[in-house]
C-alpha cells in the first residue's frame, strides 16, 4: 500500500480501559456532521408524509448544508487528518500530484459507473431525487447551493466519517492510532456494504466505496477520497442538471 509511519499501529481492544466510552471525542465529532445530515433526511421524509409540498421540502437541503457545514467548520481544527493532509512537506502521507490525478481519475470513473449502474434490482426504494424547478422554470439558485453542498460539503462529511472514523473504529477503537492503509479487510467490506446501503444505488454506492476506500489506503491521506468523491458529485450535478434527470440526485 503505502509507506507505515511508526505514529501508526493497530491497538488492541484489550488494552484500552473497562469502562473506556465506545466513542471518544474524536469519534464524536465526525459522527455528529452525519448524525446531522441523515437526520435532516428523516424530517424531510416525516414532513413529506404529513403534506408537505414539494416546492417547500426543497428549501430542507440548504438548511441541511448549513447545518452540516457549521459543525464540520466547528470542529475543523480538531480533524487533524484534514490539516496534515494539506501540508506538501517530505512526509509520505502528502497530496501529491500523483494522487491528485489519480483522485480526479477515480471520480470520473465512479460518475460514469454511479450513471450506468442504475437498473431496477440495483436500487433500494424509490428516489424521489432533487426537483429544483418551480412552475417548470429551474431555480438557479437552488441548483448552486445543490451541486455546492453536493461537490464542497458532502465529500468532507462523509469522508471523515466513513473512511477517516468508522473504517479504522472497526478495527480498533482508538482509531486515530489505526494506518488507513491497515484498516485490514473486514473494516474494508463492512465499510464499503454500508456506505452502499445508505444510496438508494446500493451497487453504484458499493463500487464508489470501493474506489474511495483504496484510494484512502493507498495514499494514506483523506483528501484523496475527499477529492474523488468531489469530482464525482460535482460533475454529477452538472449531468443531472444538462438531461433532467432528477432522480439522480
Known sequence: MTEHDDRYAVPSAAAL?????????????????????LAFIVIGDVLERIGMSQDALVWLYPAKI???????ALFWRNYEELREGLRFSSSPFRLTPAAILAAIAVGVVVLVLWIQLSSGWMVVGSPAGYDPRTDGSIDWLLVTIRIAGAALVVPVMEELFWRSFLMRWIAAPDFQAVAPSRAGLKSFVITVVLFGFEHNLWLAGIVAGVAYSLLYMRYCNLWSPILAHAVTNGLLGLWVVRTGSWSFW
Open 17 to 37: 480501559p473497562a469502562d473506556a466510552p465506545m466513542f471518544n471525542r474524536a469519534a464524536w465529532i465526525r459522527i455528529l456532521p452525519f448524525a446531522a445530515y
Open 66 to 72: 448549513a447545518v452540516v457545514g457549521g459543525l464540520l
